[in-house]
């Protein structure tokens, strides 16, 4: 049976009772109060501070885009002509004709093996044969690493007669699917070591392949619309 507080107090203690239980439930109350707002503070803080270190990172990056602003155009393109994203067999292959040409030789039975991958990157085969003299055809083959894009001589056999000399070469080429995920904005931007300028420098270097620029041509009516 329970007993009640009014019984086995005197009233000079009950009258205290109801302000004692108030401030206890207010203090209990303030304390929640308090650690809630110290933990919104350190909150805050933590806001502060990340920001802060947002806005740091995002005026680093703008410096160093700013600095080299006139020259990405120039290394995008240099690194999309040298390690292109699709099989660039038909762009090497006019590259070795042009090659072939300009060293007087005769360049013959091209051919394209399947495309192979190997790690990052995929790798293609070009097949063909060369005739003409050694001189040439040794200027030839030291000229293949000068070409855009990327390329290894494999093989060259080379078979010397009367009649001059005759080589069968096998290059190889190299390209690689670009980048698919584009940094945080917030990610500081990494300035290009020593070693990345120089390869970039001796990527810029390379021969690139020649391209036309199809000019439009103006709408009219054709007298024979099967010419």
């Known amino acids: 049976m329970a007993i009640e507080y009014k019984k086995i107090l005197p009233p000079s203690i009950q009258v205290f009772i109801v302000p004692i239980a108030l401030l206890v439930v207010l ?39 700013r600095s080299i602003q006139a020259t990405v155009p120039t290394y995008v393109n240099t690194v999309a002509a040298s390690l292109p994203e699709k099989n660039p067999a038909l762009s090497m292959t006019s590259q070795l004709r042009t090659l072939a040409l300009s ?88 300035e290009l070591t020593e070693d990345e300028r120089n390869i970039l420098n001796r990527l810029s270097a390379l021969s690139l392949p020649a391209f036309s620029n199809l000019q439009a041509q103006p709408a009219g009516i054709r007298e024979n619309p099967f010419d």
């Open 103 to 190: 060293n007087g030789l005769i360049l013959e039975n091209i051919k394209i093996g399947s495309a192979v991958p190997s790690g990052d990157f995929s790798e293609v085969n070009i097949t063909f044969g060369l005739e003409g003299t050694s001189p040439q055809v040794v200027s030839y083959l030291n000229s293949i690493k000068n070409l855009a894009p990327v390329s290894t001589v494999e093989k060259a056999k080379i078979n010397q007669s009367a009649l001059g000399t005759r080589a069968d070469i096998t290059v190889r080429v190299y390209y690689s699917p670009f980048p698919q995920k584009l940094p945080s904005l917030t990610e500081p931007v990494k």
């Open 27 to 65: 203090g209990i109350l303030s304390g929640l109060a308090i650690r809630v707002g110290f933990a919104r503070i350190g909150q805050q803080r933590q806001d502060v501070a990340l920001a802060r270190q947002n806005e740091g990172t995002l005026s680093q990056k703008e410096g160093v885009l």
